[in-house]
Nanobody, 127 residues
Framework: QVQLVESGGGLVQTGGSLNLSCTAS????????VGWFRQAPGKERERGRV????????WTSYRDSVVDRFIISRDNTRVYLRMNDLKSEDTGLYFC????????????????????WGPGTQVTVSS
């Protein structure tokens, strides 16, 4: 069982930036497709991704509300979510999820696609 751990959350003012990071216990996150998901305060975790990344790091997908503000990327051991120009509606618990796949360019957009999940990191944007 692969365990994921997120880090980098915190409290930031509107317009600020955060850089979330995700690692895997097997050290092989580069072999998985990865997505970031959000659970807004008082709500269930959203089914659709905030951002997703194929094994091949050039293939990405974003929800409309974060296009041009968030950037998902990866290196050999971590996946990052760079969050710029943060808004109050970005507040929530952010989860990293990973999927085993042999399809290097496939992106997975819904939570049911993923095999492994981290416990989440809290992002709070204050106005």
């Amino acid at each position: 069982q692969v365990q994921l751990v997120e880090s980098g959350g915190g409290l930031v003012q509107t317009g600020g930036s955060l850089n979330l990071s995700c690692t895997a216990s097997d050290g092989r996150l580069s072999a998985y497709a990865v997505g970031w998901f959000r659970q807004a305060p008082g709500k269930e975790r959203e089914r659709g991704r905030v951002a997703a990344l194929a094994i091949h790091g050039e293939w990405t997908s974003y929800r409309d509300s974060v296009v041009d503000r968030f950037i998902i990327s990866r290196d050999n051991t971590r996946v990052y979510l760079r969050m710029n120009d943060l808004k109050s509606e970005d507040t929530g618990l952010y989860f990293c999820a990973a999927k085993r796949t042999s399809l290097n360019r496939s992106i997975y957009r819904t939570d049911a696609d993923y095999d492994y999940w981290g416990p989440g990191t809290q992002v709070t944007v204050s106005s």
